[in-house]
């Protein structure tokens, strides 16, 4: 059965730090292909927030490059997203995805990030 567990939202004030993690099983480590966030936030739609591919290319939204971090431990199955300099405007649900090699998508039941202002 395949798992994503995410960790590390919580609530924080402007301008603080967070560090996401999102650790996937019941998947070869090298089936997978690409992990990512993604984050809805209330009466929004779910949006791309970072991508890594199994090479360690990157690709971010343009409203956190230059803030936000993401890496990846392929020997874990574990994508990471550090959050810096937050603004109230990222809070929303933050959720994981893996897409295999073979094009199928895992979600993770998603965590709460809330930057008060």
């Known amino acids: 059965q395949v798992q994503l567990v995410e960790s590390g939202g919580g609530l924080v004030q402007a301008g603080g730090s967070l560090r996401l993690s999102c650790a996937a099983s019941?998947?070869?480590?090298?089936?997978?292909?690409?992990m990512g966030w993604y984050r809805q936030a209330p009466g929004k739609q779910r949006e791309l927030v970072a991508t890594?591919?199994?090479?360690?290319?990157?690709n971010y939204a343009d409203s956190v490059k230059g803030r936000f971090t993401i890496s990846r431990d392929n020997a874990k199955n574990t994508v990471y997203l550090q959050m810096n300099s937050l603004k109230p405007e990222d809070t929303a649900v933050y959720y994981c995805?893996?897409?295999?090699?073979?094009?199928?998508?895992?979600w993770g039941q998603g965590t709460q990030v809330t930057v008060s202002s």
């Open positions: 890594i591919n199994r090479g360690h290319s990157t």
């Open positions: 019941g998947l070869d480590t090298f089936s997978l292909n690409t």
């Open positions: 995805k893996t897409t295999t090699w073979a094009g199928s998508d895992y």
